[in-house]
């Protein structure tokens, strides 16, 4: 395993933008009006040129001119008039030909780029296939994204602000006015020379053999993105040549084809975060509400009544309540800030596992998170294409739950995944990578396809809970150092949940305790998550569930109340309680969202 980078250098046109694309044909047509018929050295000489600065390749294209003899008299010749109906006006300043070329395109791009931010077309539109998930698994992880572009500083500015873009960045540099200093270079070197960032761990990405020689000479790791702008389905050749000739460590056609990529850059693997400077407290400080004075004594002290009445009516107006909650959803992503779904086992089985892979596939839900039972049903399901015995009957004779592939495969996967350095999601998925043929419905699969898009997939295990603790290669030690890993990933994606918002589906106790313990390990390290926004769902009415109640109140005691709804928002933010079965409520959100223009 590669170690990690820490920063990258993006090129921004033709390389997650293609709001541009067809530059080439508009340079070609603003060069072909002074030299008419020469498509083939105008053809080279872009092709060659691309990923330099703009102003250089018209300084380039101004020797050319000279070469040929066609600036002597800075006017239109006998050649050039008559092939115009008005004599050109040739100038031997390239920032003339620069301007003009920047006209004729801004027609295009100034409309294209306007219809995203007046929300008629959607970005996606004019994103590079996998460019958001690429950006969000490098920024889940840490890695500082710079983006630096031959385009106009303004403009590549405004571009990426319009696709969403400059939510990752650390920075966005293009070409400033009257400059010549290449942008690309100036931010590779300015980023090197920055603390804790060395050659080793930098890298650098576009799709032209400019960056890719500037990354190479600095010892950073090159991934060449030889994009077919206008048929992603294929790689263009012309650039995947070039791009292999400067000496780039890594090509592709787009972002669709995700783990080899983080595999080069030393991020295949969910990132974890780090308990060593927790502060801790001595418990002899510690003011206790229980004692061993104050325990019940059966059958000396009183039994208070019981059951008490149930009150009547939702407290709240669920249905404007819930489209409050998508519009946050909808910010949360449009900011780049996590949308982290938490669920239990009647998510997979009331199926809903489609609904779950496409929120993940379009970048809504950034982290998942499940029990054990989660798991085994998932897993199940791409094997057999079915799962969930009969429990009543097959455990009058002890047979509930012992079936030789859920128990011996997972197991398996387990025990291989932890001695390769890996989680309990990570562990199932890769297991299901290498062993294809025995899941056939592995598409249907949310935690393999969650491995495929780069979101982290956290299973979180109570022991002995689960049907595969029953088998008799089960290795308990595995296990804890599986789900244990995937506690500091979910401790990871909490502690950037400020402005996020973490949705939980169904997990009584699971998903609520796991949660609230990694909300106090983030706080306790200083990360900001306070303003958050939560929401449970269930098929428990609570009635009033913002307003304090006591021991006395059953509803006191049911976690997801107090550890999702309340307390983590004690401090900012929003928490709402709905009551619906996951088939209305998780479809409800999809739908919401897709009104929104979101999936």
């Known amino acids: 395993m590669k170690k ?14 293609t709001l541009r694309c067809g530059w080439e044909g508009v340079m070609k047509k603003m060069m072909l009006k002074y030299l008419p018929g020469e498509e083939k050295w105008i053809d080279a000489f872009i092709g060659e040129t691309t990923g330099v600065q703009t102003i250089l390749q018209m300084k380039g294209f101004v020797a050319e001119l000279k070469k040929r003899g066609l600036l002597t008299a800075r006017k239109s010749t006998s050649h050039t008039a008559s092939q115009h109906s008005q004599p050109l006006n040739f100038s031997t300043d390239p920032w003339h030909y ?41 920024a889940t992880q840490g890695v500082k994204i710079y983006f630096a572009s031959g385009t106009d500083q303004a403009d590549v500015r405004i571009e ?44 650098v990405i576009g799709d032209g053999k400019v960056e890719i020689a500037l990354g190479k000479a600095l010892k950073a790791r090159t991934i060449g993105l030889a994009t077919n702008e206008t048929d992603f389905s294929k790689v263009n050749k012309a650039k995947l040549a070039r791009l292999r000739k400067a000496g780039a460590g890594y090509t592709a056609g787009d972002f669709s084809d995700l783990r080899p990529m983080l595999a080069y850059l030393g991020l295949d693997k969910n990132p974890e975060l780090g308990f060593k400077k927790i502060r801790t407290y001595d418990f002899h400080d510690r003011h206790n509400l229980v004692t061993i004075e104050s325990m019940f004594r059966p059958g000396v002290d009183p039994v208070p009544e019981w059951p008490l009445a149930k009150a009547e009516g939702d407290y709240a107006d669920q249905q404007a309540d819930f489209a409050e909650l998508v519009d946050r959803v909808a910010a949360a992503r449009r900011n780049a800030r996590p949308v982290i779904f938490s ?64 128990g011996g495969w997972m197991n398996t996967a387990l025990q291989r995944g932890v001695k390769a350095g890996y989680g309990y999601g990570e562990s199932l998925a890769r297991y299901i990578e290498a062993n294809k043929r025995k899941f056939p419905f592995r598409d249907q699969c949310v935690v393999y396809q969650a491995w495929k898009c780069g979101v982290p997939a956290t299973y979180h295990i109570a022991m002995g809970t689960d049907i595969i603790h029953q088998h008799p290669i089960v290795d308990f030690g595995a296990i804890g150092v599986a789900t244990g890993r995937d506690f500091h990933s979910m401790c ?85 309680h709905f009551v619906g079965d996951h088939k209305e409520t998780i479809a409800n959100l999809w739908l919401g969202l897709r009104k929104k223009g979101m999936v």
Not at 4 to 17: E, H, L, N, Y
Not at 364 to 380: K, M, R, V, Y
Not at 523 to 543: E, H, M, Q, V
Request: glycine share 10%; hydrophobic share 40%.
């Open 98 to 138: 620069k301007n003009e070329y920047n006209d004729m395109l801004m027609v295009s791009v100034a409309r294209k780029r306007q219809d995203v931010i007046d929300g008629k077309v959607p970005r996606e539109t004019y994103l590079v296939p996998g460019a958001l998930l690429f950006l969000q698994n490098l």
């Open 343 to 406: 669920m239990g086992a009647h998510v997979i089985k009331n199926n809903m596992s489609l609904y779950l892979i496409d929120l993940m596939k379009k970048g809504i839900i950034t982290h998942l998170s499940g029990n054990g039972a989660c798991s085994i049903h998932d897993f199940e399901l791409a094997a057999l294409g079915g799962t969930s015995e009969d429990v009543p009957t097959a455990i009058e004779d002890g047979s509930f739950g012992m079936w030789e592939q859920t």
């Open 4 to 17: 990690p980078i820490k920063a990258i250098v993006c090129d921004f046109d033709g390389t997650f933008s």
């Open 160 to 203: 990426a602000a319009a696709l969403g873009l400059d939510k990752y960045a650390e920075a966005i540099e293009g070409a400033l006015p009257k400059s010549e200093a290449c942008a690309k270079e100036a931010a590779l070197k300015r980023l090197v020379k920055q603390a804790g960032v060395k050659p080793g761990e930098l890298a």
């Open 492 to 576: 990871n994606a909490v502690s950037q949940l400020d402005g996020g918002v973490f949705l939980n589906f169904g997990s009584g106790v699971i998903g609520p305790e796991v949660f609230l313990k990694a909300l106090s390990i983030s706080r306790n390290l200083g990360y900001p998550t306070f303003n958050i926004t939560t929401a449970n769902f269930d098929l428990k009415s609570l009635g009033n569930y913002r307003c304090k109640i006591g021991y006395a109140d059953p509803n006191y005691y049911y976690r997801p109340r107090k550890n999702i709804v309340n307390r983590p928002v004690s401090c900012g933010g929003k928490g709402w």
